[in-house]
């Protein structure tokens, strides 16, 4: 049976991993959350204690432990770490070490090791460019700094943790500037790449735009 791939990248906030796993249902796909094992990656490198600025040490952590995806859980060493690795400390630390081109290459593997299996809705930053550059419809999904730190800010709220909106910017213009300018595999569109601006959109609307480009690529 032919599996297919469809890659949703873009920065921060862009509403990527809501609408990637509501695509993902709707095909009945499977969902894989690229920047879920950064963030894993981050929680084992932290308690490891190592100096998250070497690119070795960090490299050489990530050969030593076990990442895991189940469902919507994510598993370190078989620890549940999932509403860890989604705290403001974590978020930081992934971006910071998702430069290391030794932590880029460990994670590839498991990534491209869900290929073949089922087919994929992927989501992440460099899905489309670096890690399934032959996918069948690569998506790059945007909205404008203020919208994504508004929805952040909103999804922050949500969850009872109290934030600063000009902080949550801060923080967002931070990560976007390390995503788009790091040597390995930075924020890019991809190649072939289709740019959805959410910015005026609702979540509806996006899914929707995105479904009707799967059918017809897919079916092409
Ligand atoms: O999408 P996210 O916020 O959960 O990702 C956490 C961090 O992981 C993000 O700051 C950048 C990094 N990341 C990456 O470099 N490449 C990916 N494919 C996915 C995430």
Do not use: W
Not at 148 to 170: C, F, I, P, Q, T
Request: hydrophobic share 40%; aromatic share 4%; with cysteine.
């Amino acid at each position: 049976m032919n599996h297919h791939i469809i890659t949703i990248d873009g920065p921060a906030g862009s509403g990527k991993s809501s609408v990637a796993r509501e695509v993902a249902n709707r095909l009945g796909f499977t969902f894989l959350d690229t920047g879920a094992l950064y963030r894993a990656a981050a929680v084992a490198i932290r308690e490891d204690g190592c100096c998250a600025q070497d690119n070795a040490a960090c490299g050489r952590i990530l050969k030593q432990i076990r990442l895991d995806l189940s469902g919507s859980r994510v598993f370190l060493n078989g620890r549940d770490i999932t509403e860890e690795i989604r705290s403001p400390h974590i978020s930081e630390l992934a971006s910071s070490i998702a430069v290391h081109p030794s932590v880029r290459s460990e994670l590839l593997g498991i990534q491209r090791s869900f290929a073949g299996r089922t087919s994929l809705v992927v989501e992440g930053r460099d899905t489309g460019s670096v890690v399934f550059p032959d996918a069948d419809l690569k998506i790059f999904l945007d909205a404008t700094p203020e919208e994504r730190a508004r929805r952040r800010h909103e999804e922050l709220r949500l969850k009872g943790s109290a934030s600063v909106m000009d902080n949550v910017l801060k923080d967002l213009k931070n990560r976007d500037h390390r995503d788009e300018t790091r040597k390995v595999s930075p924020l890019v569109i991809p190649e072939h790449g289709i740019v959805v601006d959410t910015t005026h959109l609702s979540f509806d609307e996006v899914v929707e735009k995105i479904l009707s480009l799967a059918r017809d690529r897919l079916t092409d």
